[in-house]
């Protein structure tokens, strides 16, 4: 049977209207709040992305402001959103629009892919929702539904299921009222087609869709076992300042407690006696893998070059990668 889509279109166009969700990057046709919505939602929820997306317009209200800003004062405004370099990347895009265009963003597609951090799917998502341009889009809630409603029986994240996936979207796309319809496929992924109980009893397209089993879908790849990583550092304070680190590794270019190379040999107390363990433990996601972050109690130290005292009032103006702001926050006042 064929799939009728102008009739799926206007089921979920219809849907949307009524059910939509109200975000601030939807009120706008600006290709600089769209831009920096796209960047922010890149593996990040919509509720998280919010507080941060209204700060960041007051301290960087367009592409100039962000563009003369310093690295520093992006990562520490990017402070607790993750992934670090998606704000690298957007400041790079911004000093390029300043540079080289003029403050004007490249409607093309292709002009758009050069810049730093924009791959295809962001280049489609600010063409459709800036520009109103006919062309598809796929995230995860769009993969979601598209792979549901066509009952697509191969991972989705192989190279052949994200080209059926692309295909599917472009088949889809009205030619005018792009963002519209792209924005209710979102919403419908994210508000019905759920990922483990999908609502299908209140789906505004259900009698279009040919999945049967809509749970185990979408297929995806056997992943690899998550793996551990152990992670030590240092808790070095004196006169109302704690040691800190300019990273040159996953945090590059924040401030992190200084790493601990090895714990083969406990550090000894004055009257010879070792010192405990870890006064402090966390276990955090990053990528695929996780990571145990251990964190003991040091005597004041000669530095190095990439390390500095902060004083503990200041901490609050630099960034810190949250994990390590959290240890730092909770062992600060028993230090005290």
């Known amino acids: 049977m064929q799939f009728q889509k102008n009739r799926f279109r206007r089921a979920l166009v219809n849907w949307y209207r009524r059910h939509g969700r109200d975000l601030p990057w939807r009120q706008t046709r600006d290709t600089y709040a769209i831009l920096v919505s796209e960047f922010m939602l890149q593996q990040t929820q919509v509720a998280t992305v919010l507080p941060y997306y209204n700060e960041w317009f007051c301290r960087f209200p367009d592409f100039s402001a962000l563009a003369r800003a310093s690295e520093s004062d992006v990562l520490h405004a990017w402070q607790g959103l993750g992934y670090y370099a998606r704000a690298r990347n957007l400041h790079a895009t911004a000093k390029t629009i300043v540079d080289q265009y003029g403050c004007r ?194 005597r004041p130290r000669k530095t190095h070059k990439l390390q500095r005292w902060i004083k503990i009032a200041s901490l609050g103006s630099i960034p810190v990668p949250s994990p390590h702001r959290r240890a730092i926050t909770y062992l600060l006042p028993q230090h005290e």
């Open 105 to 298: 963003f490249p409607k093309s597609i292709e002009q758009m892919r050069q810049l730093p951090g924009i791959g295809k799917y962001t280049a489609h998502a600010v063409a459709a929702f800036a520009f109103d341009q006919s062309v598809p889009i796929v995230e995860a809630n769009v993969a979601r539904v598209l792979a549901r409603i066509f009952n697509l029986q191969i991972p989705i994240d192989k190279t052949a299921g994200r080209e059926v996936l692309w295909n599917r979207a472009t088949q889809l796309v009205p030619k005018r009222g792009a963002a519209r319809f792209n924005s209710a496929l979102v919403d419908l992924g994210a508000l019905v087609c759920l990922p483990r109980k999908p609502r299908c009893r209140i789906c505004p397209v259900r009698k279009f869709c040919r999945a049967t089993n809509p749970e185990f879908l979408p297929m995806r790849k056997t992943r690899p076992r998550t793996k551990q990583l152990t992670e030590n550092h240092a808790f070095v304070v004196r006169q109302n300042k704690i040691l800190l680190e300019r990273s040159r590794g996953r945090w590059r270019r924040m401030w992190i407690l200084p790493p601990l190379k090895t714990r083969t040999c406990p550090e000894r107390q004055p009257n010879g006696s070792a010192i405990n363990g870890p006064i402090y433990r966390s276990i955090f996601p990053f990528t695929h893998h996780q990571v145990v972050l251990n964190v003991y109690r040091r």
